[in-house]
């Protein structure tokens, strides 16, 4: 018997190191990046002991025969994995630790308090003397995970769990609520720490570039996915969802995520921790069918199985493939070939009378967004030369084409890329002693525990420069920073003020029977922490 790896699966990776066996894969040394969509267990070589399900953060370890409904096809796409690449020992070392150091010999600050910055604040507080400021501009933490994780994913929020231990650690200073850029400069930070890192993420979304984006229903998924989760830059859109179809273009795992969320149940909704204001819109929404639209053919589709096979089970949705291109080729890799094969059993299913869709289309490229004063619709070009253009009509148009990043004030941006230019985590061209990790230094890509290794080589960077001798100074004392900050009317909260924002959402839930009622403006929720 065996454990195996579904869904939730994050890419945290914590399970690898505690498997006496060593028989999840794939595994990569600090910052080198695995290219599959998730980890997997060899069933022949697992011995049933648990430890990878205790220590996985987000609930995606099942025993053989507790797989829920829905997963079963897990254990055979584990199983798979190992048909393809027979278990080796690993042989890379795992990421070098440093020693101890002097109270305050380095003082990093953070900035970004999502994913990437909380891996990264972790992996210095776990040296001895290592001093960390972690700062947000909102008055809440964990970024992506709160404002980006689909709410009906609720496992995967609990990933904010791994990072208590760094949240509740004395030498960790949390500033939420300052931005930097308004309250603080580059120059500043640089003044009261050794080393900058910026995790700040890729929060703009990318463009079509083709005629009609401007017009009012097309929107990027992006802000869509901020309105629904009650990010406070995003609270005040408003969605038209009148009309039966809306289009979404791209198929990454956003896409999925927001097709779900449009033609997701009341029941499902309300059980979740989407914004108030979205689920009262989405309670009146006419939507029936989301046309899901990629460019390229099935074989480069960017979801990824897990989240598409998940779609099977949407009580009410059908899931309709239009494809004649959906069989495997010799070197498709196992991912490939299962995502074949999940599309092909979607594209034999018969639809049933009543139910709401989800249309994959493929080899669609969108050449225009068609309306008068409002989207009527996308005309695509099928890629092949004799095959005409086709309208598909929709009321609402969301391009969920990647994010991008946005430069930050004195630190080189790379504008093509949307990052800054680094070295593995060193940015280059930038004052010594300036980092990068997460989405600004790699790109749109991975998910939530791909940061793990990401951090892990950025933070190796400031060690090196660190021992190396680049970084280090005197720095003034640790209130200094406060003083400055209060100078400036700047209103940091700290760690203990999100545990009352927290405790408050939760209790708002309670009363409606839900996990949390969020707040979604900056000013509820630093009157909320002030309360206390
Ligand atoms: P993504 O995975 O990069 O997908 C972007 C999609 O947009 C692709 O289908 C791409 O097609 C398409 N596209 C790009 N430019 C286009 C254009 N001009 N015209 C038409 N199509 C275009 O991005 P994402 O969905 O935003 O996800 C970002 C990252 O977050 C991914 O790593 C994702 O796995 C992760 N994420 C994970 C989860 C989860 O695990 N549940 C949830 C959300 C996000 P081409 O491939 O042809 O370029």
Not at 190 to 198: D, E, G, P, S
Not at 321 to 347: F, H
Not at 361 to 385: C, K, N, Q, Y
Request: proline share 6%; hydrophobic share 40%; with cysteine.
């Amino acid at each position: 018997m065996a454990y195996v790896i579904t869904q939730n699966c994050c890419k945290d990776a914590s399970c690898v190191p505690v498997c006496p066996v060593d028989c999840i894969r794939p595994v990569g040394g600090a910052g080198s990046f695995t290219g599959t969509e998730m980890l997997y267990i060899d069933p022949n070589s697992c011995i049933d002991c648990g430890a990878c399900q205790e220590e996985c953060p987000v609930g995606a370890v099942y025993y053989e025969d507790d797989v829920p409904a829905g997963l079963e096809f897990f254990r055979d796409i584990n199983a798979r994995y190992f048909e393809q690449h027979p278990l080796e020992p690993d042989h890379s070392a795992p990421p070098a630790e440093h020693g101890r150091v002097s109270p305050g010999a380095l003082r990093v600050a953070v900035v970004g308090a999502g994913p990437a910055g909380c891996y990264a604040v972790d992996q210095l507080l776990g040296v001895d003397g290592v001093e960390v400021s972690l700062i947000d501009r909102l008055p809440t933490p964990f970024g992506l995970v709160r404002a980006g994780v689909a709410p009906d994913h609720q496992h995967t929020k609990s990933i904010t769990k791994l990072f208590e231990r760094a949240f509740t650690n004395e030498r960790l200073r949390c500033y939420f609520n300052v931005e930097v850029g308004r309250y603080l400069t580059h120059v500043d930070l640089l003044a009261h720490h050794h080393a900058v890192i910026y995790a700040v993420g890729a929060s703009r979304s990318r463009s079509l570039g083709i005629p009609g984006e401007e017009l009012p229903g097309h929107h990027a998924a992006s802000e869509f996915v901020g309105w629904y989760n009650g990010h406070p830059d995003h609270v005040d859109w408003a969605y038209d969802l009148s009309g039966e179809r809306a289009v979404i273009i791209g198929n990454g795992n956003v896409a999925l995520d927001v097709a779900r969320v449009l033609l997701a149940s009341m029941e499902t909704l309300a059980d979740t921790d989407i914004a108030e204001h979205a689920l009262n819109a989405l309670e009146n929404s006419n939507i029936r069918e989301v046309v899901v639209l990629a460019r390229r053919g099935p074989r480069h589709a960017a979801f990824s199985i897990g989240e598409f096979l998940a779609l099977g089970a949407l009580p009410d949705v059908d899931i309709i493939v239009a494809s004649d291109d959906l069989e495997p080729e010799p070197d498709d890799d196992v991912e490939t070939i299962v995502k074949l094969e999940v599309a092909r059993d979607y594209a034999q299913r018969p639809a049933t009378p009543g139910n709401k869709r989800i249309v994959f289309r493929f080899h669609a490229t969108p050449t225009e967004i068609v309306g008068d004063s409002h989207v009527e619709g996308v005309r695509v070009s099928p890629g092949m030369p004799d095959a005409a253009a086709e309208l598909i009509e929709a009321s609402m148009v969301l391009r969920s084409t990647g994010y991008r990043g946005s430069a930050i004030a004195d630190v080189p941006f790379d504008d093509a890329s949307g990052t800054v230019p680094n070295d593995r985590g060193r940015v280059i061209g930038g004052v010594p002693g300036t980092y990068v990790t997460g989405w600004i230094k790699r790109g749109p890509r991975g998910v939530i525990g791909t940061n793990r290794t990401c951090a892990e080589q950025t933070v190796a960077r400031v060690w090196e420069d660190f021992d190396a001798n680049v970084i280090q100074r005197r720095l003034p004392e640790r209130a200094d920073l406060d003083a400055l900050l209060a100078d400036r009317a700047a209103g940091p909260l700290g760690w203990q003020d999100w545990r009352t924002i927290d405790t408050a959402e939760r209790d708002r839930g309670r009363q409606a029977s839900r996990p949390r009622v969020k707040f979604v403006a900056v000013d509820e929720m630093v009157a909320a922490a002030r309360k206390s």
